[in-house]
Nanobody, 127 residues
Framework: VQLQASGGGLVQPGDSLRLSCAASGFTLDYYSIGWFRQAPGKEREGVSCSRNNARSTYYADSVKGRFTISRDSAKNAVYLQMNSLQPEDTAVYYC?????????????????????WGQGTQVTVSS
């Protein structure tokens, strides 16, 4: 069972990136998926999540309207499309999977409920 996050990079303010989270050993459709980020010196933040019913999603206020989480069942992958990136979006981004339906709620992704984590991908937004 493995999650692989990718797609990070160095971009300028206003640019876009799409992060990918690919799974091996299990089917993501049956899991709630969360995207988290952690900036240096800051606590981990839940950015977005998608319940395993794929109809409920959550976005942190800081990214609402700019980020979009989506799934591709055929590729067994989840994506985080990030538009209008700002320097404060700079962080290591992690994807995580949870069997719990309630891991993703209107309160956001609950980190401790997520049992499977990817290795993280660095996103740097700088001019």
């Amino acid at each position: 069972v493995q999650l692989q996050a990718s797609g990070g990079g160095l971009v300028q303010p206003g640019d876009s990136l799409r992060l990918s989270c690919a799974a091996s050993g299990f089917t993501l459709d049956y899991y709630s998926i969360g995207w988290f980020r952690q900036a240096p010196g800051k606590e981990r933040e839940g950015v977005s999540c998608s319940r395993n019913n794929a109809r409920s999603t959550y976005y942190a206020d800081s990214v609402k309207g700019r980020f979009t989480i989506s799934r591709d069942s055929a590729k067994n992958a989840v994506y985080l499309q990030m538009n209008s990136l700002q320097p404060e979006d700079t962080a290591v981004y992690y994807c995580a999977a949870a069997q719990s339906f309630t891991a993703c709620s209107i309160a956001g992704p609950n980190g401790p409920d997520f049992g499977y984590w990817g290795q993280g991908t660095q996103v740097t937004v700088s001019s």
